[in-house]
Every structure is written in structure tokens, then in C-alpha cells.
């Protein structure tokens, strides 16, 4: 699900670019604003669809040097079809000498060199120019959605206590003071890695008051209090299974809980 936004020209002359005329240097402006609006919009992660006549090549290119994955959409028609619908009744006007500037006739108009869609209105529907529309859109969603990497997100993860688990514990002392490390859990943690598991250390003290410990120690880890694999907002990175108090504790002798941990699966099927 993707939020869209529409800017529709005619809106952004009334407003944001009301002191602007129809000159190139005007014209140019106002999609620069546009541009600008757009831009701004399509950072917060909105679809922006743009509605405004920008008649020169440099104003697009100005477009797509601003916003990266921009699609171009030419709607094509000729220009007596455009003067056929004139539902302002602009083309008269222009005809009539009574408005300058005017794209297409007393204004130049550069026609896209290599538009990503091409809209050939007085050939096609409007329903049929707007699944052209859409399935560019779609496919360049996809495109730059963020590929998962199936063997990350398969891989199984052990999240474990630094105190009580790793360090032995006897109560605190002391955010400077950690127990001395096991060695048989160290053996262990270094057969699951072997194994392809991520180890995430799970503990209430900061990173960087534990980093020297555990490389002292030579115990294998991946990340400190958090699983990038899968977000979380909960203070408890997201594991296949804990090694701590509660789910699976040190029973005294690590590789007993090992043969415990490797049958582990969790709700939703993670190995």
C-alpha cells in the first residue's frame, strides 16, 4: 500500500505560483517549484503524480536531475484534437490573439525524446491510457522495492543473555563489572555460527560497555541488543530462540542446551 499524491498545475498557479506568468522563464520557474513540491513529497515515500504542461526539453531534464526514478508521461495528441476538447475554451482565446504564450501555438512546444509512457488519447481510452500509467508506476514500485536475501531471512537466530548465560552471575556489581566468561557456552556459540546461525547479544548494559569483553573473550556475535534481520519496536531483538532465564536457561552444561536449541522452531516457521 503506497500513498499518492496529485499536483495538479492549474492548483499550483493559483497558489504557489501565482506571481509567475507564461514565459519560458515563468514556465520554467513553475516547474521548478513543482519540481521542488514533488521532490519533497516523494522523499516521505508518496507516489507523486504531476499534471502540468512543462513545453521544453529542459525543463524535464531539470526533473529528472532533481528527482532519481522519475517517470516521464507524454500525452500525445495532435494539435486540432487538443483544439477539438479546449474545455476552457484557451485555444480560441489564443486564436484570437487575446492570450500570449501559448504552448503549441505562439509558444514552442519540444515533444519528448524518450518518454518512460506514451499516452495517445485521441487513440486510445482514458481507462486505457490509465493502466499504461499505472503499470509503469507498478513496475518501477517493484523495481525499487528492497530485495530480500532468502538466505538471510531463513537463517536461524539465537538471541543470548549476556549475564547469566555467557558471564557467570552472581549478582550485580556494577555496570564496569561482568563475570567471567564460559567456555562452554563460548564453545557452543562458536558451533552454532559454524552451523549458519546469527548470535545476537541480548543484555541491559550498553554496547560499547560489553565490545571489549566479548572480543577478550573470543565470543562469536553478530549484533548487540538488536536483529536487523527483522525490525522490531520492542526493546527484545526478534530471535528463533533465547538463551536466558526465561525460555531456554543455562542448565550447567552448554552443549546439553545446544541439543534443546537446534530442535527450536518458532511460530512462524523459522528455522
Do not use: N
Given at each position: 500500500?503506497?500513498?499518492?499524491?496529485?499536483?495538479?498545475?492549474?492548483?499550483i498557479r493559483k497558489h504557489l505560483s501565482s506571481d509567475l506568468g507564461y514565459t519560458i522563464e515563468d514556465r520554467t520557474e513553475n516547474i521548478r517549484r513543482i519540481t521542488c513540491l514533488?521532490?519533497?513529497?516523494?522523499?516521505?515515500?508518496?507516489?507523486?503524480?504531476?499534471?502540468?504542461i512543462s513545453p521544453l526539453r529542459s525543463m524535464r531534464?531539470?526533473?529528472?536531475?532533481?528527482?532519481?526514478?522519475?517517470?516521464?508521461?507524454?500525452v500525445d495528441a495532435p494539435l486540432d484534437v487538443c483544439e477539438s476538447r479546449d474545455p476552457k475554451g484557451l485555444y480560441k482565446k489564443a486564436r484570437l490573439g487575446n492570450?500570449?504564450?501559448?504552448?503549441?501555438?505562439?509558444?514552442?512546444?519540444?515533444?519528448?525524446t524518450s518518454p518512460d509512457v506514451t499516452?495517445?488519447?485521441?487513440?486510445?481510452?482514458?481507462?486505457?491510457?490509465?493502466?499504461?500509467?499505472?503499470?509503469?508506476?507498478?513496475?518501477?514500485?517493484?523495481k525499487n522495492a528492497p530485495q530480500a536475501d532468502p538466505q538471510r531471512a531463513r537463517r536461524p537466530t539465537i538471541a543470548v543473555d549476556l549475564d547469566g548465560v555467557i558471564a557467570n552471575y552472581d549478582g550485580w556489581r556494577g555496570a564496569s563489572v561482568i563475570g567471567p566468561p564460559r567456555p562452554d557456552v563460548v564453545k557452543a556459540l562458536a558451533l552454532l555460527k559454524s552451523e549458519g546461525w546469527k548470535i545476537v547479544i541480548h543484555t541491559t548494559r550498553s554496547a560499547e560497555a560489553i565490545t571489549g569483553y566479548l572480543t577478550n573473550a573470543q565470543v562469536p556475535y553478530d549484533e548487540i541488543n538488536e536483529n536487523s534481520d527483522y525490525a522490531?519496536?520492542?526493546?527484545?531483538?526478534?530471535?528463533?530462540?533465547?538463551?536466558?532465564?526465561?525460555?531456554?536457561?543455562?542448565?550447567?552444561?552448554?552443549l546439553r542446551d545446544l541439543a534443546l536449541i537446534r530442535t527450536i522452531r518458532t511460530w512462524n516457521g523459522r528455522a
Open positions: 500500500m503506497h500513498q499518492v499524491w496529485i499536483i495538479d498545475g492549474d492548483e514533488a521532490q519533497i513529497l516523494s522523499q516521505c515515500g508518496i507516489i507523486v503524480l504531476v499534471a502540468a531534464e531539470l526533473v529528472r536531475s532533481t528527482i532519481p526514478g522519475v517517470l516521464e508521461v507524454f492570450l500570449s504564450h501559448f504552448t503549441g501555438l505562439s509558444s514552442p512546444f519540444e515533444s519528448p499516452c495517445r488519447t485521441h487513440l486510445e481510452s482514458v481507462e486505457e491510457s490509465c493502466a499504461k500509467v499505472l503499470e509503469a508506476i507498478q513496475t518501477r514500485v517493484e522490531t519496536s520492542s526493546p527484545k531483538p526478534v530471535a528463533t530462540v533465547y538463551w536466558d532465564d526465561r525460555a531456554v536457561r543455562y542448565s550447567g552444561d552448554a
